[in-house]
């Protein structure tokens, strides 16, 4: 028999984990298990699960029902489909059989963020390679039961058939109720793209039944007996310590049932929500509290950017890049800045958790159930084989917000009242103020052409506060963390590849490219596409004015140094599908084109904006947006068109008006009225164009659009008015 | 403070002890555990919470209960659901109008409120009808292309 056996007491242990655990696993549902979770007594500790075995990530059932485990998480995205189109499509059994189980501490591995639209690139493969290695065991099982080579089966939907006999057994019934064990050796035939029949298709989410019909599918609708909610009093700005929390003001409120206090960390807990939030109005009026002042402000913020010039990091060197562009012809250099821009999730953060037993339990929205693990171990000195978190999804994210931070607070208030499930949920004005912003940005560009407008050299400078400061174990990033009476000390991460993110032009000329780290004023950190979006907007809107300088069509002059038939693709198939050449030639008209490959090794991603300017009124339009994107093989093209055209949205939003305000006292973006994003008449209409490579492995999508869209848009204004905006959001 | 509260939801009069001063919004979530409304502001500025009051598309994160309960309250759990979908709800799921799906709330109850009273809405009436609601995730073109084609199911 193949090896889906095994004898160590371990795996004995977990195998039993398995058995009992097999319905909840099975008839996993994203209401029900959240829920179970603790009534059952499911295990706390990571499970034992090597990530090379099979079961890792794939399991199947008696009834030949297939789970799929993930560590990345559903973050509106979409991936639990491609994921489970995947294993579907390896294993040659129907998307109907197949469940998944998104990121959890004691069921899935640990596949660290879900972030950098990497989850097809890494969990994607892995669940393929585990797939393929499945069916090549249960083939192999099957030969012997059906007497014929595995050269003479056929699978179809689970059920595997002897050609030459016509006789057949099922997955389930050639398991039996047992998992399959054993390695993934990345041995197993993969199949060949060009017989597939799910991947590559444009499989529906069904998850958009439950969220169309008001079913419980975020973390926000978790419900348990014996729920307690709570809200967190924030501080004012930054750095504010309480002085003062008159305790008495809250007398003859209802349903108190703890005031939770820890050096500046408040946090109200009530038997009901309003309660909670009518609390939590009467502690913000009478605390008192010790407020250092922010600064600098804008736009001295760019001035004090720009002056340090003192511990710039190379990125790309290239001693040619000085002399040939103060040789050239035409030289030319330009600064762009982009402000502090906001995720917005339309879901303010929100956490439950349960401390029982000595066991802590946290259910949370977070891109990394195992960093926030293991962060919340620091902040409450316990084992992480005490704490327990899963992944429920909340709405979009688009990078790291406050959902890390809402846990933190749940799960310090959970050890206050102990037994009982302590929901937190932030107000808008916690989600608007506390999160951490996208990095205030500074660009500066230098470029020379020949006489007869050839690109010479490009050189780019970039100042800008960190673009990655996740928990990853040290509670400082926990804004509760740092509030406490012994606080947690902040350090951020000290890799910077987040600011120069796309920083490098792709185009084929010498290039030098210097980094400029900044601490500013603002928390910051990864917003959807980190630095790529200012870099590409500098990079794209430079690029544009070169080729206007060059007296040459924009779309042609970045064919032209582009030496990459697959980034030539997607901006040729805009330039048919536009109408490019006939519309760029018109003056006025409003047209503007930008490219860029994410990363430089991700999707490939060119778009066209249209713009309507009103010139007395000093007002634009954004007409259409028309993308091309190409990500390798797509898993499931209707989520790369929805993705991609979500992305070009948010960044149409980014790019014409938003900009996080504050002052001395704090932040002002304290809400929608405040911080303004796209409403729907203000919508561009969109159209995606997807180029497949079933051929290629399969590159991460979904952040791809940010930086060309605001490029795009820059270059459309310019084409209408003659005007080169360079700072955003783009105000004419 | 708590008093009795009669709330008229989805077809059905429900007594609550609450305080009256609570936003409907609390009280359908939790203590009627329903899903759809949700929170998103709490300052009318979102529409994530939006519920039929008399068939027109209302937030409820600032109505108190005390007022709310004069009126006919339908969320999205009383539009449709398994199979008997509103048509709204077919489109979307059809066109699979959403990502992250928290604003769906608003979209639907909103599309559905106008379509009640204009069976053929532009492009434009679609976008002023769904003014209110707010979609980061930037799923709006495929929202304003399934209410059209729920409104011409619907004119079928
Ligand atoms: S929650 Fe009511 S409008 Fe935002
Ligand atoms: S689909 Fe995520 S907010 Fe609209």
Redesign the interface.
């Known amino acids: 028999m193949p090896a889906h056996h095994s004898n160590q007491p371990a795996n004995q242990g977990r195998r039993n984990f398995l058995k009992n655990t097999g319905q909840l696993l099975i008839g996993f549902s994203l209401t029900q298990a959240p829920f179970a979770v603790h009534a059952e007594g499911m295990p706390f500790a990571t499970p034992r699960v090597e990530e090379d075995s099979i079961n890792a990530w794939i399991r199947i059932d008696a009834e030949g029902n297939v789970t799929v485990l993930t560590g990345k998480t559903e973050?509106?995205?979409?991936i639990k489909t491609a994921l489970m189109q995947m294993a579907a499509e390896e294993l040659d059994v129907n998307m109907k059989r197949i469940r998944i189980i998104i990121a959890d501490t004691g069921q899935t591995s640990d596949e660290r963020y879900t972030a950098g639209s990497a989850s097809i690139e890494g969990s994607g493969r892995a669940i393929r390679m585990a797939a393929a290695e499945a069916r090549k065991r249960l083939l192999d099982m099957a030969a012997g039961k059906l007497n014929a080579p595995v050269s003479g089966l056929t699978v179809k939907d689970g059920i595997i058939t002897a050609t030459a006999t016509g006789q057949s057994i099922s997955y389930g019934a050639l398991l039996n109720g047992k998992s399959i064990e054993g390695e993934v050796t990345g041995k197993a035939p993969l199949k060949d793209p060009s017989t597939y029949t799910l991947v590559g298709t444009?499989y529906?989410?069904e998850?958009?039944?439950a969220?169309?019909?008001?079913?419980?599918?975020?973390v926000?609708?978790l419900?348990m007996p014996g729920m307690l909610h709570a809200r967190i009093l924030r501080p004012p700005v930054y750095g504010a310590t309480l002085t003062a929390l008159p305790e008495n003001k809250l007398t003859g409120l209802?349903g108190i049932i703890k005031l939770v206090r820890n050096g500046s960390f408040v946090g109200i807990v009530a038997q009901?929500?309003?309660?909670a939030?009518k609390a939590l109005r009467v502690l913000q009026q009478s605390a008192t509290w010790n407020k250092p002042p922010l600064q600098p402000m804008l736009p001295e913020l760019f001035n004090k950017m720009a002056a340090q010039t003192d511990n710039g990091e190379i990125v790309e060197k290239n001693d040619s890049v000085d002399p040939a562009i103060a040789a050239a012809a035409v030289q030319h250099e330009a600064v762009y800045k982009r402000p502090y821009q906001m995720h917005?999730?339309?879901?303010?953060s929100c956490a439950m958790a349960q401390w029982k037993d000595d066991q802590l339990m946290v259910w949370s929205h977070t891109q990394g159930v195992y960093p926030l693990r293991s962060t919340l171990a620091d902040l409450l000195s316990i084992p992480e084989s005490k704490i327990r978190v899963m992944a429920v999804?909340?709405?979009?994210c688009?990078g790291h917000n406050g959902a890390d931070d809402v846990g933190a607070d749940a799960a310090l208030l959970a050890m206050a009242v102990p037994g009982k499930p302590v929901r937190v949920?932030w107000?808008?004005e916690d989600e608007h103020t506390w999160e951490p912003y996208g990095s205030a940005m500074l660009l500066r560009l230098k470029g020379g052409l020949d006489a007869q407008g050839n690109l010479l050299a490009l050189k780019t400078e970039l100042w800008s506060d960190t673009h990655i400061a996740r928990p990853g174990g040290r509670a400082g990033h926990f804004i509760a963390g740092r509030d406490l009476e012994k606080p947690f000390t902040f350090s951020p991460g000290r890799f910077s590849g987040g600011s120069y993110r796309n920083a490098v032009p792709l185009y084929n000329t010498p290039r030098q490219v210097i980094l400029y780290n900044y601490k500013g004023p603002l928390r910051t950190s990864a917003l959807r596409s980190l630095g790529a979006y200012a870099n590409i907007f500098a990079l794209e809107s430079f690029i544009d004015e070169l080729a206007h300088k060059a007296g040459k069509d924009p779309a042609a002059f970045r064919m032209q140094y582009l030496n990459d038939d697959r980034a030539k693709a997607v901006i040729q198939l805009l330039i048919d599908k536009t109408n490019w050449k006939e519309r760029i030639s018109k003056k006025g008209a409003g047209l503007g084109i930008a490219f860029a490959q994410y990363k430089n090794e991700a999707a490939y991603f060119a778009i066209v904006a249209e713009v309507q300017v009103d010139k007395t009124a000093r007002q634009y339009r954004l007409v259409k947006l028309t993308g091309a994107i190409e990500a390798g093989q797509a898993i499931n093209i209707?989520g790369i068109k929805?993705?991609t055209?979500?992305?070009?949205?948010?960044s149409?939003?980014w790019t014409m008006l938003e900009s996080v305000r504050y002052n001395a006292t704090g932040i002002q973006s304290r809400?929608?009225?405040t911080y303004p994003?796209?409403?729907?008449?203000a919508?561009p209409?969109?159209e995606v164009f997807v180029i497949n490579r079933p051929e290629l492995p399969p590159l991460g999508a979904g952040e791809a659009a940010q930086g060309p869209v605001a490029a795009a848009i820059a270059n459309a204004i310019f084409h209408a008015t003659g005007t080169r905006l360079r700072e955003l959001p783009l105000k004419l | 403070m708590e008093k009795t509260v009669v709330l008229n939801v989805n077809g059905k009069a429900w007594s609550l002890n609450i305080d009256p001063e609570m936003p409907l919004l609390y009280a359908l979530r939790n203590n009627l555990q329903l899903n759809g409304p949700k929170y998103g502001c709490g300052l009318h500025q979102c529409g994530n919470c939006m519920v039929l009051m008399d068939g027109k598309a209302q937030p409820s994160c600032m109505m108190p209960c005390a007022a709310a309960a004069a009126h006919t309250i339908t969320t999205l759990e009383g539009i449709g659901s398994g199979s008997s979908l509103h048509p709204v709800q077919k489109a979307i799921i059809e066109e699979q109008a959403a990502q992250c799906g928290y604003c769906l709330n608003g979209v639907i109850i909103c599309a559905k409120a106008l379509l009640e009273e204009n069976k053929h809405p532009s492009d434009a009436e679609i976008r002023e009808a769904l003014q209110r609601v707010l979609c980061r995730c930037g799923t709006h073109t495929r929202f304003i292309s399934a209410i059209k084609k729920a409104a011409a199911a619907n004119a079928g």
């Open positions: 973050l509106g995205q979409g444009a529906p989410r998850d958009i039944v969220m169309a019909t008001g079913q419980p599918v975020y926000q609708d419900r209802a009901e929500e309003y309660q939030v917005g999730s339309m879901g303010p999804p909340g709405a979009g688009y949920q107000m808008r209707d929805n993705q055209a979500g992305g070009m949205i948010q149409a939003s809400n929608w009225d994003i796209l409403r729907f008449n919508v209409d969109t």
